[in-house]
């Protein structure tokens, strides 16, 4: 009993109980008015042909008198399925007919009877083989009493038949009913349970667990694979979250004990000149936090998706001139050439600054890590492709191994252990997750203008095609 309770908790039990309850009403609802409409039909045809009957035995006892009539009702008593006969005397006493008994007081009134009533055909006996009909009665001259009616088992019969066919179809409706639960019920069930289950580990801490996806592509699906799209967003945050906090605990370490030792020395000092160094210092250190808590404000917007709103449709390719103009005296101050090849009329739905800012990261990179190289080479590129639309920034630096490619990818990771290169390791986290943000994707590959020394890096952004 508590099982069936709990079952009965169910919205899809409860819905479906409600549909079978709903349908039985309407099917019901429709088989009585079928059945009484039928029925008034049938009694209608029956009293038309009655009256049709006594017309016509009326003309013959006008027409033969009472030889003609006693000779016309034999004849049609004997046919198959012929109507009640019976010619009784003033006082109601049968006297002729095919029927042995009458309900009492049927033959009293003249005219249509005002309800069925019970008769005995011949060669039966016993109350239960009484059958229904209706008749009419009229009286002759000579104050005989003529009845002739006919038989209501047909309309009964067909009453009978539909309410078994309602019966019949309503066991129907319930067995399939069961059988559905059984076979879809029970399995949606299953999948709420072991999607509570995935979410009960969850909410106790594990954000690894996702939720079921059956393969259907159902409702319970596309839950399951919207909630795994957030969860596994939420899991990425978090490890951002905590990567965040360890990498600034580490890397913020050393530029903070920087600044303290330098207004220590500020203070320790009389000498005008070096404690105006040391003012200078922590101010320089000091802008370089600025800027690291700015890009990683910048960062988390981004991730948040708080500028998606801005987005609008872009020049691509004046954005990718534009930065090429900018930087190519720095380039050249630095020793590098910096090309490039940008297809005309490419177009994106985004955000400028956000894209303009990428594409200076990525640059800026090239430069600061080829500066040192021998034949170095800046190449800028915007180009078309099956799978989107791809700017590249290519250098020929010492590269990326590809075991590091992921990890560059990270907060605060430098390749540059030393340090010996200004920044601050948020460039590329930036980058990709300003690709994120427009749907794109940020790829990692040796440069084809690198050598075996210095195998170079291209760094691609890779927006959808539409």
């Known amino acids: 009993m508590n099982r069936f309770w709990f079952l009965f908790k169910s919205t899809a039990v409860r819905l479906s109980a409600l549909y079978i309850l709903l349908f039985a009403i309407c099917a019901a609802t429709l088989v009585f008015y079928v059945t009484a409409m039928s029925e008034r039909l049938l009694t209608s045809q029956i009293r038309e042909a009655v009256q049709q009957e006594v017309d016509q ?36 006493d049968i006297l002729a007919g095919n029927v042995a008994s009458v309900q009492p007081g049927v033959l009293d009134e003249e005219g ?55 019966m019949i179809a309503l066991a129907i409706m319930g067995l399939g009913a069961i059988v559905i639960w059984f076979g879809i019920g029970r399995n949606a069930l299953k999948r709420i349970d072991r999607m509570s289950d995935a979410s009960k ?52 370490k050393t530029p903070l004990t920087r600044l303290r030792n330098k207004a220590a020395d500020a203070l320790d ?4 000149e070096v404690r105006k160094g040391a003012l200078e210092g922590i101010i320089s250190e000091s802008d370089q936090l600025i800027r690291t808590f700015n ?23 004046a954005i990718v001139a534009d930065s090429a103009e900018l930087y190519e005296p720095v380039a050249e ?29 990525l640059i800026d990179n090239a430069i600061k890590y080829s500066s040192d190289m ?13 799978d989107g639309i791809c700017l590249s920034v290519a250098d020929r630096g010492p590269g990326v191994p590809i075991e590091r490619r992921e990890d560059v990818l990270k907060r605060f990771v430098r390749l540059d252990e030393s340090r010996s290169k200004p920044g601050t390791g948020l460039g590329l986290s930036l980058v990709e997750a300003v690709m994120e943000l427009h749907g794109g994707r940020l790829s990692l590959s040796d440069s084809e203008q690198g050598s075996a020394k210095n195998r170079g890096l291209t760094v691609s952004m890779i927006f959808p095609a539409k």
Do not use: C
């Open 295 to 317: 890009a990683l404000l910048m960062i988390s917007r981004v991730e948040a998706g708080s500028v998606a709103a801005e987005m609008s449709a872009i020049d691509l390719s």
């Open 57 to 92: 035995v009326q003309r013959a006892y006008d027409t033969g008198g009472m030889n003609l009539l006693l000779r016309t009702m034999e004849r049609r008593a004997r046919q198959p399925g012929a109507n009640l006969y019976i010619v009784a005397g003033p006082s109601g």
């Open 269 to 272: 000092t009389a000498d005008p």
């Open 333 to 361: 101050e630095a020793g590098l050439p910096l090309t490039s090849s940008i297809e005309p009329g490419i177009f994106v739905q985004g955000n400028r600054e956000l894209i303009g800012q990428a594409i200076f990261n």
């Open 374 to 386: 021998d034949g170095g080479e800046i190449s800028l590129k915007l180009l078309r492709r099956a």
């Open 112 to 166: 249509w009877t005002s309800e069925p009533f019970t008769y005995q055909r011949y060669a039966e006996s016993g109350a239960s083989r009484r059958h229904m009909a209706v008749a009419n009665v009229f009286v002759l001259d000579n104050g005989l009493r003529l009845l002739i009616g006919r038989d209501l088992g047909e309309p009964e019969a067909f009453r009978v038949l539909v309410r078994q066919a309602l």
């Open 201 to 252: 580990k969850i909410m106790a801490g594990d954000l690894s667990q996702r939720l079921p996806v059956g393969g259907s592509g159902d409702e319970f699906d596309r839950l399951s694979v919207s909630l795994n799209t957030m969860l596994g967003r939420i899991e990425k945050l978090n490890e951002g979250l905590r990567q965040v906090s360890d990498n600034i605990a580490h890397d913020l």
